[in-house]
């Protein structure tokens, strides 16, 4: 069964660093791993140190120009095979694992058919996988267009402040309001320090949130991230690094 881990939260949180992070930890463990990144902002794949990727946005707009197009030579072309073969196109190998780059929101038009199609596309490219760890929108656009369906673990990266836990709270319940087929919600408060640890703790509890784990501020990170560096390349021993494995292995891994 393919476990399926979406990660969200407000700009600045380090989010993508969380899911970055936890994709170098599984990278290593022998599972076959499909890392998604569905935010519009696009981040993980240079964090990850994979640039210029192409993205299953630019396959949409392609499909659509074709859809709209008149055909009278092909009027029967099947348009499923043709986006599910340009999503396979665009999977990035990397060592390790597999990238996947949502993209850019659509432009006018209805996309309804298409994100139809790619629904479909989806459920069966997760299942081919051990894991997917998605890198989400905080939004939860995605889970709303239930592009991606089913969820095992949502977790909400917020900062080392009540304002970022309260996002986390609202997330929580958005969730619940879509309706949306997710398992277990979790909170990782990202950049924390000796001194907020136990506050954040007990913040957490008053808001009923399952604080899954805490993330030490590591200024390594900060300094990777000001020159470019893949946070893969971090060391074992980082503070981030030892602590989402921990998190990972409370996930069940």
């Known amino acids: 069964m393919t476990k399926v881990i979406a990660i969200t939260g407000k700009g600045g949180t380090g ?18 791993l499909l890392a998604v990144d569905a935010d519009a902002d696009t981040n993980l794949p240079e964090t990850l140190g994979c640039e210029d990727v192409k993205t299953i946005g630019d396959a949409k707009e392609a499909l659509q120009e074709e859809i709209t197009k008149p055909r009278p030579d092909n009027p029967d072309m099947n348009k499923e095979s043709v986006l599910k073969s340009k999503v396979y196109e665009i ?13 850019r929101p659509e432009g006018t038009g209805c996309y309804c058919y298409v994100n139809n199609l ?3 596309i989806m459920d069966k490219l997760i299942v081919n996988y051990d894991v997917v760890v998605i890198d989400a929108e905080a ?15 949502l977790i909400v990266v917020t900062d080392a402040s009540r304002r970022g836990f309260r ?3 609202r997330i929580h319940e958005l969730v619940d309001e879509l309706d949306s087929n997710v398992g277990k919600i979790h909170v990782i408060a990202n950049k924390v320090t000796d001194i907020n640890r136990e506050k954040l703790a007990t913040l957490a509890g008053d808001l009923n949130l399952n604080l899954i784990g805490m993330v030490p501020l590591d200024p390594e990170i900060e300094e990777m991230d ?6 893969l390349e971090l060391p074992d021993d980082s503070v981030a690094v030892v602590e989402i494995e921990q998190i990972a292995k409370k996930l069940g891994f």
Do not use: C, Q
């Open 15 to 32: 989010k993508t660093a969380v899911a970055a992070l936890l994709i170098r930890y599984l990278s290593k463990s022998g599972k076959f």
């Open 226 to 231: 000001i020159g470019g560096i893949p946070l």
């Open 118 to 120: 790619l629904r479909g």
């Open 91 to 103: 999977i990035e190998e990397m060592p390790g694992y597999d990238l996947l780059v949502m993209g």
């Open 139 to 153: 939004g939860l656009e995605h889970f709303s267009r239930k592009i991606i369906r089913d969820i095992d673990d």
């Open 167 to 169: 996002t986390a709270e």
